[in-house]
């Protein structure tokens, strides 16, 4: 209360710095929890392979040949323009499976369904934010433009329902399609291949002979469901540890600034702090008095950081939720770390000036300020 707008900069160091620690701590652990739930109910696949340039004929002949496999889905990317009766769409990504792929991904659609898009030659389905922009129902036409292709007539099969993080903006026609309409030598190479073990057998032994039959083409990556959903998660980890190597500086600048804070305090008090000592309190007791006063200052600092850093996390899962962050999910570990990081901060801030405090001379302090 001496100098209250020198506390209050003070805390505020560490109030913005947990603010924005505890805001995307909300978000990933919500986007963590959002992805493995619909991972759970979309992915029916065991294995993914994954690459990092688009899969030759020797992959595709390897993933194939691996024994122990129920089958195989391929999945390739084609560029094409959308045209419809309200507008046209240009260098559309279109998803291209065969029907065998409602096995492994379980699509949600508003209407129609993806099975007979996908067997059939002469069907699309859109995903439900297109459909809302061009005022497409089921059944309506679209002119589709391959790039290097033809031009082909499809009808709406299917519209996908938005907010799925797998799934989302994914517009899917059947192979048959891409190969009628595109010459055999600008029909793009696979870009994914989900796969199923055979009933019976042992997955881990399917996975890793899968992995070896790989291992001779290192642009390739085989995950199984739980491989995968860790890499998402590590994916997640790393972008917050940055946001945790920020916080490391916000808390170091704001121990500086308690340290500062709380020195200028006692050279202020030093009279009072002699008389204390002067009236029987003892060098612990003013140790203790100053190193509350220091855990005060880091506490309000995260309590005030904390509220409001929470309420941005959740409005931002909220405004989110349609993009697939569809579960709000609270890093309690997290919040309960901070407070009692706050407290160490406090203490470790506290402990220069409180020695300090707890030294002064009782007669000379009283001589020099009186």
Known sequence: MRDPRRTGATAAALMIGLAL?????????SLVTSVDGQLERTMSADYFVLSSRPMTEQVAQAVRATPGLDHVTAQKTVRADLITEHGTDEDHDLTATTARFTDDFRLTFTAGDAVSTLA????????EAFADAHRLELGDP????FHGGGTTRLSVGGIVRGGDIFASGATYIGMDVVRANLPPDQVPLDDVYFATAAPGADRAEVYRALTANLDPYPQTKVRDRESYRQALHDTVALALGLVYGLLALAILVAILGVVNTLALSVVERTRELALLRALGVTRRQIRRMVRIESVVIAVVGALLGLVPGLAWGVVTQRVLASKGLDTLAVPWPTITAVLAGAVVVGLVAAWIPARRAARLDILGAMTATG
């Open 21 to 29: 620690v505890s805001s995307l701590s909300l978000v990933a652990a």
């Open 120 to 127: 059939g030659k002469d069907a699309i389905t859109v995903p």
């Open 142 to 145: 679209i002119r589709v433009r």
